[in-house]
């Protein structure tokens, strides 16, 4: 095997850095779920920890810089391969059957990456700013978790400074649409407790902008609660939209200023917001669907309702966040009476919408799904086939995953078996496809031009620190980052208790 190049730097290896496989394969958390890590996960983590240590020795390298290389993520999806029975032509992640032979050129690419989901909190300063005489909830929030390697636990763990770091400049990641959070509406039409307004979702668009000389790098959307107050929630669409612009509006069906949720198709709150949406010009909305938060209606995150409005609205676009993926619900093969993801394929086939106005969105169900090679391929493969190649669309929902660079590789290295494609009816899962889910579909939905030159964001310096950390392992540091979410059931049940008082009544 040819030396690679970055053992003959003779840098020495931070040793602060933990030993960690480069995905996430422990306790996690988007702050909505809590994922336990299963038995058959702390395998696959034991069997690449094992594995990274003989091959490190035999290679004459420290365990830190194996896991951190190329060699170290391809070792971590032959795991997942290996214990999900998935040998090296059967489909799962194309890394082949020996990781440290693998042509590491499957995690590299060129595409355009439109992450559609993901989110921050606003620094205490900024927010200060422009709310003099509120009250900033976002250190006691992020105090309410314990952050991974962030001391003192202030908002700065999960700010902008950390955005920037993690999805620009840790990751491949062109474009990034920046989401808000459910909150009560003040009288000003303002959302009151909310951890990033729709004015500092505005904000901080126009900075990482303006730091990348003024190309577009960044948009946002408009967090919309049409059961709040609906005509002070009109009032804040028309001031963004006249104001500022944005792209899509955000909505949370499971969420209400009294714990209760709503319907897309209900004719007092659901069908005004879609006809706000066409009469402001932008006809497209992100909907929640999936993992409610222990404030939520569970009843209002099924994704029952899409349906019958996207046949009703053909010239508005509805893209259904997480896939409407579900705990607790291994996803397999279509099962129309089944969970989860079933749930999306049935409302769509049963009004004939494949291939039109209903997008399935890839945000923390694809960070779930990726441990498990045979999951992988169902999720992916039955919403192709379902929904249409171009009806899947990419999001990471990070910060809370951390970079969201792992994710967009193992995607990369995916693949559907021939035995799954002839079973199934999977389409195979080829590079053109790969490139419309990871930018080319969701630029079109936001009128995002996929080939405009963009710069290289350069804030504080951070951008040239990362050119200064040449070689493999200073390129990879996102390798060694655990998630941000809560990490323990207490931690989880903190944030809840938080978000429950986050969402009393004003």
């Not at 990034?176 to 307004?197: E, H, K």
């Not at 009703?312 to 579900?326: G, K, L, M, N």
């Not at 969201?404 to 002839?422: C, K, M, V």
Request: aromatic share 10%.
């Amino acid at each position: 095997m040819k030396r690679p190049p970055w053992l003959s730097m003779q840098r020495k290896t931070d040793p602060e850095l933990p030993v960690v496989p480069p995905i996430p394969l422990g306790n996690k958390s988007n702050g909505e779920f809590f994922w336990q890590q299963t038995p058959r996960e702390r395998r696959i983590q034991d069997l690449i920890l094992r594995t990274a240590d003989e091959q490190s020795r035999r290679l004459g390298m420290d365990r830190r810089q194996f896991l951190a290389s190329a060699l170290g993520m391809a070792t971590s999806l032959w795991a997942i391969n290996l214990v999900s029975g998935c040998g090296s032509d059967d489909g799962g992640f194309d890394v082949g059957p020996n990781p440290i032979e693998c042509d590491t050129s499957v995690f590299m690419g060129e595409e355009f990456i439109l992450d559609l989901q993901t989110h921050h909190i606003e620094d205490a300063e900024t927010w200060m700013e422009r709310h003099p005489m509120g009250t900033y909830y976002g250190d006691a929030f992020a105090r309410a978790i314990t952050f991974y390697d962030c001391t003192p636990r202030d908002a700065h763990c999960i700010g902008p400074s950390q955005y920037l770091n993690e999805i620009f400049l840790n990751s491949q990641t062109t474009v990034a649409v920046l989401s808000g959070f459910p909150s009560n509406i003040c009288d000003d039409a303002t959302l009151c407790t909310n951890l990033n307004s729709n004015e500092g979702m505005v904000y901080w668009r126009d900075v990482f902008n303006g730091a990348a000389g003024g190309s577009q790098r960044m948009v946002q959307h408009c967090q919309v609660a049409p059961n709040d107050r609906w005509d002070l929630q009109q009032a804040m669409m028309e001031r963004i939209r006249a104001e500022y612009g944005n792209h899509g509006w955000k909505c949370y069906p499971p969420w209400g200023p009294q714990g209760n949720g709503w319907w897309l198709d209900d004719e007092a709150i659901g069908i005004p917001l879609i006809e706000k949406c066409i009469e402001l010009g932008e006809p497209l909305l992100c909907i929640h669907k999936g993992f409610p938060l222990g404030n939520f209606s569970v009843e209002h995150s099924h994704p029952r309702d899409v349906g019958p409005v996207a046949v009703r609205y053909p010239e508005v676009d509805f893209i259904v966040y997480h896939s409407a993926y579900e705990l607790g619900y291994r996803e397999g093969p279509y099962n129309p009476e089944g969970g989860g993801v079933d749930r999306l394929i049935r409302t769509v086939e049963d009004h004939g919408l494949k291939g039109k106005n209903v997008y399935a969105e890839m945000g923390s169900a694809w960070v779930l799904s990726m441990g498990d090679a045979e999951v992988a391929q169902h999720y992916i493969g039955k919403l192709l086939k379902h929904l249409g190649e171009d009806n899947v669309v990419w999001g990471s929902e990070c910060l809370w995953f951390g970079s969201p660079q792992p994710q967009i590789e193992a995607f990369r290295a995916l693949r559907i078996s021939e035995e799954f494609q002839e079973l199934y009816g999977y389409p195979a899962l080829t590079d053109e496809i790969k490139a419309k889910i990871f930018g080319l579909t969701g630029a079109r939905l936001y009128g995002i031009d996929p080939d405009a030159v963009r710069c290289t964001l350069d804030t504080d310096g951070l951008e040239l620190a990362r050119r200064q950390l040449d070689g493999e392992l200073g390129s990879r540091r996102w390798a060694f980052q655990e998630p941000f979410g809560p990490r323990t059931r207490r931690e989880f049940a903190k944030l809840q208790r938080w978000r429950e008082f986050l969402g009393k009544p004003a």
